[in-house]
């Protein structure tokens, strides 16, 4: 089965760094645009930041110059380094992947399970 595994998450001073990674696991043939989106306390889900599979990146204003989205496509995984931080970056963050899998041939969405980041002032 394919699926996202997150890590990285914690807790962090404003104006500190963190890096999150996401692993895609599982028989995949290709895996299109991998992207970063966020949930904070009763805000809806939002992009952070995407990334294509020849590298063309596009970012949230609210991270642009602070935050990079970076993946290796030998071992599908997409990263989110996080500089800068605020507090208003607190939140849910979760990895997405568009991924055809070998045992189906057919484009799906995922989703990893979250992780928590917290800035604290």
């Known amino acids: 089965q394919v699926q996202l595994v997150e890590s990285g998450g914690g807790l962090v001073q404003a104006g500190g760094s963190l890096r999150l990674s996401c692993a895609a696991s599982?028989?995949?043939?290709?895996?299109?645009?991998m992207a970063w989106y966020r949930q904070a306390p009763g805000k809806q889900r939002e992009l952070v930041a995407s990334?294509?599979?020849?590298?063309?990146?596009n970012y949230a204003d609210s991270v642009k110059d602070r935050f990079t989205i970076s993946r290796d496509n030998a071992k599908n995984t997409v990263a989110l380094q996080m500089n800068s931080l605020k507090p208003e970056d607190t939140a849910v963050y979760y990895c997405?992947?568009?991924?055809?899998?070998?045992?189906?041939?057919?484009?799906?969405?995922?989703w990893g399970q979250g992780t928590q980041v917290t800035v604290s002032s």
């Open positions: 599982g028989s995949i043939f290709s895996i299109a645009t």
């Open positions: 990334i294509s599979s020849v590298g063309l990146r």
């Open positions: 997405n992947a568009y991924i055809v899998p070998r045992s189906t041939w057919t484009p799906q969405n995922y």
